[in-house]
């Protein structure tokens, strides 16, 4: 395993993060656990979690795989070798189920997020506490065009970088990122962090994928030149990129079937853009998955690639995808397929 630096953190993580979002739904609590037994014996020391986890997002699902890591906390013992993330859910509705439906990023909620999620994980700390959506309208999960709607500005940045510095005081939280952030955000977190003296984000995570290189356009600058380390989620495309979805293909099982939610790969040029990349994979004899996970790797601004799986054998090929190096021919040949059909899933 290969450890890369954590923003100005100080933490080292394994440049193969851990996610989590299938225990609870895809996956039962024992499979969870011996996830994170091969997960650890192979040294990934990184993992990425959310309160608002089993996915897809439901009231029966919501907290489950916290539940599930803080079970195997209690049965394994082993939290100081873990450097374990999760995150507070954003504002914005659609989860009436949290917090009486009234989540913000507000201090009041913030507090009771950490306790319920440190309740759940079985643990006294967190070592990085993001929050999982900004609280205004931004382009994500699959938009392109930006509303300019500041009337709708949910809690001011301030306000809650504010809230996340006293739950750092309390040693409830570690250090604080972000998630599904845009250029703009990230910089604004900083300024407030300098000017009012709170705590400096250490990282974002965004999804970054050979269908989705959004990351690049504006915030690659910010994350290099701030130290703002990427936790790319989603390497695979939501397992799109391994050819299972193509010509509308939904296998039983999976997370297309599962999800009542509309995926952001299932787009127009994404079969297109697909097929391009498992030809590359093919031609030069490496596995589609191991070569999407190996090209977020080969990028200076990731500090970790978030990797998850439903079964072990799947999981076990895509930690290997560590020691798989990208020759110069077969990255041109990225970028040329990335420069014929740019981000068809954004």
Request: charged share 20%; aromatic share 8%.
């Amino acid at each position: 395993m290969q450890y890369r630096s954590l923003g100005r953190s100080g933490l080292s993580v394994s440049a193969i993060g851990l996610g989590t979002m299938t225990w609870g739904a895809q996956n039962s609590e024992a499979e969870g656990h011996a996830q994170m037994d091969a997960a650890l014996e192979r040294g990934v020391t990184f993992w990425d979690t959310a309160e608002m986890y089993a996915i897809p997002p439901t009231a029966s699902s919501y907290g489950k795989t916290e539940a599930i890591i803080g079970s195997w906390f209690q049965s394994r013992g082993q939290r100081d070798k873990v450097i374990l993330a999760t995150k507070v859910i954003g504002g914005g509705g659609g989860f009436a189920w949290v917090r009486d439906g009234k989540s913000r990023p507000d201090r009041a909620n913030l507090f009771a997020a950490v306790e319920a999620s440190l309740s759940r994980l079985k643990t006294d700390y967190i070592d990085l506490y993001q929050l999982h959506w900004p609280d205004r309208a931004t382009a994500r999960f699959g938009a392109r065009l930006y509303s300019h709607t500041p009337e709708k500005d949910g809690v001011p940045i301030e306000e809650t970088l504010a809230a996340f510095a006293d739950l750092v005081t309390a040693g409830k939280i570690r250090h604080v990122g972000l998630s599904n952030e845009t250029p703009w955000g990230v910089m604004r977190f900083l300024r407030a962090a300098e000017t009012v003296g709170l705590p400096r984000v250490v990282s974002i995570q965004n999804a970054y994928n050979l269908l989705n290189r959004t990351f690049e356009q504006g915030l690659s600058e910010v994350s290099l030149r701030e130290e703002v380390g990427l936790l790319a989620y989603s390497p695979l495309g939501a397992a799109t990129l391994t050819g299972k979805y193509l010509n509308g293909a939904v296998p039983p099982g999976s997370r297309r079937a599962l999800d009542h939610r509309a995926s952001r790969y299932a787009t127009a040029n994404a079969d297109a853009a697909t097929l391009a990349y498992l030809d590359i994979a093919q031609r030069h004899g490496l596995s589609p998955s191991q070569m999407a996970i190996a090209f977020t790797l080969h990028q200076p601004f990731v500090a970790s690639s978030l990797i998850g799986a439903t079964t072990m054998e799947t999981l076990i090929s895509n930690i290997e995808a560590i020691d798989v190096t990208l020759s110069d021919e077969v990255l041109a040949e990225i970028d040329a397929v990335h420069n014929r059909l740019p981000d068809p899933c954004p």
